[in-house]
């Protein structure tokens, strides 16, 4: 699987919006790209997926760029229980034997 | 709601003895699971893919007589960590493939993790 690029962390003020960014300039055509938070003592948490599309959820929007060699997560409107370490994952298009490869993801700080 | 449970939450036990942690499928069933370790301040490691009926596929460096695991049903996988020592002492968590299934792109779910002390 791709290698991803993340910023260790970043801050955000309540309410707004959190950017959140990610590099995968050696994805494949066939990796999705996927998104995951895990918050303190808790296992990781589902987020979003997309393959080329932009996609969005009831959590979140995932903004893809044309090349597909990088993301955005977006929280529209981040609260204090946003506060995470996100992750950026790509994975093989049907590779679901294949376990998640996590890097070390960013953490976002939402700040009161 | 969850669709992985895991259990116990968390777990003391002494050097030398043996812990075993359970994960379970909720919704859907699951033929194959996976088992992480985490330390703290680190992400998370893959430690082995547990499938149904058969035996696990283990990660380079990790010891499969050491992290035995058993997936005898379609629910349900368990991670038996056996004569424990204190560098075992982590955060071990599992996760379930979605109910798509392997030719679909289903998201992984995780359980909420076990977290293993040992004295």
């Known amino acids: 699987d791709a290698k991803t690029t993340q910023p260790t962390s970043m801050d955000c003020a309540e309410g707004r919006a959190a950017n959140l960014p990610c590099n995968h300039s050696t994805i494949s055509g066939n990796e999705y790209v996927y998104w995951y938070r895990q918050i303190h003592s808790q296992g990781p948490q589902y987020i979003i997926h997309g393959l080329k599309n932009n996609e969005t959820n009831e959590m979140a929007s995932l903004i893809i760029t044309e090349d597909r060699k990088s993301s955005t997560l977006i929280l529209p409107h981040a609260t204090l229980r946003d506060t995470a370490v996100y992750y950026c994952i790509v994975r093989v298009v049907g590779g679901g034997a294949d376990g998640l490869t996590f890097g070390k993801g960013t953490h976002l700080i939402i700040q009161p | 709601g969850a669709v992985v449970s895991q259990h116990p939450s968390w777990v003391i036990c002494k050097s030398g003895t043996s812990v075993k942690i359970e994960c379970r499928s909720l919704?859907?069933?699951?033929?194959?699971m996976f088992w992480y370790r985490q330390f703290p301040k680190q992400s998370l490691m893959l430690m082995a893919t547990s499938n149904e009926g058969s035996k696990a596929t283990y990660e380079q460096g990790v010891e499969k007589d050491k992290f035995l695991i058993n997936h005898a049903s379609l629910t349900l996988s368990t991670l038996t960590v056996t004569s424990a020592h204190p560098e075992d002492s982590s955060f071990y968590i599992c996760?379930?493939?979605?109910?798509?299934?392997?030719?679909?792109?289903?998201?992984?779910?995780f359980g909420n993790g076990t977290r293993l002390t040992v004295t």
């Open positions: 919704d859907f069933q699951a033929t194959t």
């Open positions: 996760s379930v493939l979605g109910g798509g299934g392997l030719s679909y792109n289903s998201p992984l779910h």
